[in-house]
């Protein structure tokens, strides 16, 4: 989606409305409530988040995920924080959802903006809860600490924008009401907040992405890969476990400071089909990446969600992509890792979901490969939120493998890098508990000039270390075109 980068002219109507009406609802609760105010615009939704603060968390979420009623592309951006959250612990997702209803409940939306453009609570999690050493890892000169992204945060920007294509962007501000709060004083807090958010300042213009790239696997070259891949299909043949996904961590340099949200505009145009996030923390770097796999999707009682593994490359033409993915799917290896992340969503959801019967398998296609898919939907039978339903799924064996303790197992004893938010859960809810949460996939974490690129594979029983390595270079190439195109796009 291509919106211009310019602002509106228009003093925004209503605030003094909006104002009265939001002291007169915290007096009623005799609490603060946070109070939504909105302008459409013809803004670049980035430029949003791009123009945040360097002392403010900044964020992009572009969906365009497909399945069970998905959105038409949303390009949501934010800066600043109303309020937020850091989480970790094994109940982290059960004590996001409580501290996002509490969060939802005091939102005041504003009726001027139609209901898919209110701001939303930004939600991202880690891979690892938080109670094992993983999060420690790194922090050397080869890999940053991962310690100020937290095993997990909500987030509600202080400052957003949602935009729809071939529409307006809507830019809204939230400013906390207090019962003691003068009409006229908020009036000016919103007025302030707008202006702020639309007017294009000197930072909100895009610095050089990656004019050139040098660096190599982050611990993990191919002869050790070709050992732990051993290793670990050793594990499986001897009934340890079904199983596992082994990542790879690969550094880059570029030619000056990296600017997430240049690779993000880079991988809106590059990566359709996926969910494009990018989360700038301050003193922490960025975390950027084009995901197409949902994790869960819930819209009231209705429940979506896919099993995607089991991948391949793109063939160049129509008869090779066809050839390749027909290949895949009847590719006992590939079905049968499929197989396995088919029955750990079922298992996970069927306590609280009636799950429709699901089919077979389809191919999909992205820009840089093609994966099995299979849909899974059903409806609540149980009240549970998006992020209490990802609770329950993640890490699913797509990202973890199966049985999951045992995977996990093995991934810690064998990965020499933090995962950190690399196959975690990234996405938004609503104030209802409504939300899309997908895996945090073909991704990089972005310090300075340095970037790195994260990339794994399931392995089973008969997998070969070097096909999956091949895997994993496919899958890295999405990033690693977007940071090259990044560049080349600002020269």
Known sequence: MTLTTTTTTERPRGLAGRARAAVAEARRRRRPVLAVASVATDLDPIGIAAGAGSDEVSLVLASSLAGGAGPTTVTRAGAGAAAGVELDGVDRFAVAARHAAVIGADVLPDPSAPGWADPRIVAGFAFSDGTDDEPARGGSDLEPSWHRFGAGRLILPARNAAARPGGPTWVSVVARVAPDDRPDAVAERFSAGLRRATTPSPAASPSPGVVGLAGGDAGLGR????????????????????????????????????????????????????????????????????????????????????????????????????????????????????????????????????????????????????????????????????????????????????????????IRAHESFARGWYAGVIGSVDRRGDGELAVSLRCARLVGERAWLFAGAGIVSDSDPDAEWDETEVKLAALRSALLGAGEDRR
């Open 223 to 410: 002869e050790r890969w070709r050992r732990d891949v051993s290793r670990a299909r050793d594990r499986i043949r001897e009934g340890v476990l079904e199983k596992v996904v082994l990542a790879r961590s690969v550094e880059l340099s570029g030619a000056g400071e990296i600017d997430p949200f240049a690779i993000a505009r880079s991988l809106l145009d590059r990566q359709p089909g996926c969910l494009v996030y990018a989360i700038s923390i301050p003193g922490a770097g960025a975390f950027v990446g084009a995901t197409p796999e949902l994790l869960v999707r819930r819209r009231g009682a209705a429940v979506y969600t896919a099993a995607l593994a089991g991948s391949t490359g793109r063939g160049g033409s129509a008869a090779g992509d066809a050839a390749l993915g027909e290949a895949m799917r009847t590719s006992a290896k590939e079905r049968g890792e499929h197989g396995f992340v088919v029955e750990g969503i079922r298992a996970a959801l069927a306590p609280v979901v009636d799950l429709d019967p699901v089919g077979a398998p389809e191919v999909v296609r992205l820009a840089d490969c093609q994966h099995l898919r299979t849909p899974i939907a059903g409806r609540l039978r149980v009240e549970q939120s998006a992020l209490e339903l990802a609770g329950r799924l993640h890490p699913t064996p797509a990202v973890a493998g199966t049985p999951r303790e045992a995977a996990l197992g093995l």
